[in-house]
């Protein structure tokens, strides 16, 4: 009998301490996990295929979230792989201005863990279904 595969979450944030903190969080649920502590990481990973969903901080360094959700708009295979956005940009604008990106949920920082995991859990579950705005 075939067993379902883990569910592989890539977590991108260029803090540590966040990164770590959603790996554990994540890794304690069941989920595989892969970090990413840039966009240009992000975009390798979400590359390699393995990905099942992307939690993306938007606000980072040389290359953001915002450039991800770019150049993911552009690439057919990247776009199948769901996002869901942590920002601690304020939700509401946040939201306005990722209307467009095909972004399953928006996550403020500081987090909401029933919100995210929810979040998470809705995505795999159904990922053609977004809320957009989750917590």
């Not at 969080?25 to 970090?35: A, D, P």
């Not at 992000?42 to 290359?63: F, H, N, Q, T």
């Amino acid at each position: 009998m075939d067993l379902p595969r883990k569910r592989c979450i890539l977590v991108v944030d260029d803090d540590p301490g966040i990164r770590l903190f959603l790996v554990t969080l994540l890794r304690r649920r069941g989920f595989r996990l892969l970090e990413a502590r840039d966009g240009n990481e992000a975009l390798e990973a979400m590359r390699a295929g393995s990905a099942d969903l992307v939690i993306l901080d938007l606000m980072m360094p040389d290359v953001s979230g915002w450039d991800v959700l770019r150049e993911r708009a552009t690439d057919p295979a990247l776009r199948r792989i769901p996002v869901i956005v942590v920002t601690a940009t304020n939700r509401r604008e946040a939201t306005a201005d990722l209307a467009d990106q095909d972004v399953y949920a928006v996550v403020a920082k500081p987090f909401d863990l029933d919100a995210l995991l929810m979040a998470v859990t809705a995505c795999l579950r159904d990922p053609h279904v977004p809320v957009l705005a989750a917590a």
